[in-house]
């Protein structure tokens, strides 16, 4: 394999920090639709994601406070009917946020501009293109989580 271009690495990583400005403006327009504010709204983004979790999982990912924190988004997601708590059937002293999916598919409707514009795009690629998008993707989306962490961790 060769050794990639410096003058295109950089070129990625500048499209890349646009595509990531572009993606907090998109977000916080769509949380404003919905009268949200962005960590609200990824919450519920993450349970569609990764399904029901606690309240700890959640403040966890949203890198908020286990207490009052994560328990003021859940309320306010609560009052939007976003949400619901539930108790756990293996441990009923644990809470467990869920979605409400008719409510949610409100919000989602903000996001179909976006899956228009997505399909548009990608239609144009080959297979083999799609594949290499969707590697790179899966291997970006399994190191945030570290990057986040280093992030959280600096002074």
Same mark, same amino acid.
């Given at each position: 394999?060769?050794?990639?271009?410096? #003058?295109?690495?950089?070129?990625?990583?500048?499209?890349?920090?646009?595509? +990531?400005?572009? +993606?907090? *403006? *998109?977000?916080?327009?769509? #949380?404003? =639709? #919905?009268? *949200?504010?962005?960590? @609200? #709204?990824?919450?519920?983004?993450?349970? =569609? *994601?990764?399904?029901?979790?606690?309240? !700890?999982? /959640?403040?966890?990912?949203? !890198?908020?406070? +286990?207490?009052?924190?994560? +328990?003021?988004?859940?309320?306010?997601?609560?009052?939007?009917?976003?949400? =619901?708590?539930?108790?756990?059937?293996? @441990?009923? $002293?644990?809470? %467990?946020?869920?979605?409400?999916?008719?409510?949610?598919?409100?919000?989602? $409707?903000?996001? &179909?501009?976006?899956?228009?514009?997505?399909?548009?795009?990608?239609?144009?690629?080959?297979? &083999?293109?799609?594949?290499? /998008? /969707? $590697?790179?993707? $899966?291997?970006?989306?399994?190191?945030?989580?570290?990057?986040?962490?280093? %992030?959280? &961790?600096?002074?």
């Amino acid at each position: 394999m060769s050794t990639p271009d410096r #003058a295109r690495l950089a070129e990625i990583q500048r499209e890349m920090q646009r595509s +990531t400005m572009f +993606t907090v *403006l *998109l977000h916080h327009s769509t #949380a404003s =639709k #919905a009268g *949200l504010n962005v960590t @609200d #709204a990824q919450c519920v983004n993450a349970l =569609k *994601l990764d399904g029901p979790q606690t309240p !700890g999982q /959640l403040a966890q990912l949203m !890198g908020i406070t +286990t207490g009052g924190a994560i +328990t003021a988004v859940i309320d306010r997601l609560e009052r939007a009917g976003y949400v =619901k708590r539930t108790r756990d059937p293996d @441990d009923r $002293r644990r809470v %467990i946020v869920e979605l409400v999916p008719e409510n949610v598919a409100e919000f989602a $409707r903000y996001f &179909e501009p976006i899956s228009h514009a997505f399909h548009e795009r990608l239609g144009a690629y080959s297979d &083999e293109d799609l594949a290499v /998008l /969707l $590697r790179w993707l $899966r291997e970006n989306n399994e190191a945030m989580p570290g990057v986040i962490e280093e %992030i959280r &961790e600096l002074p």
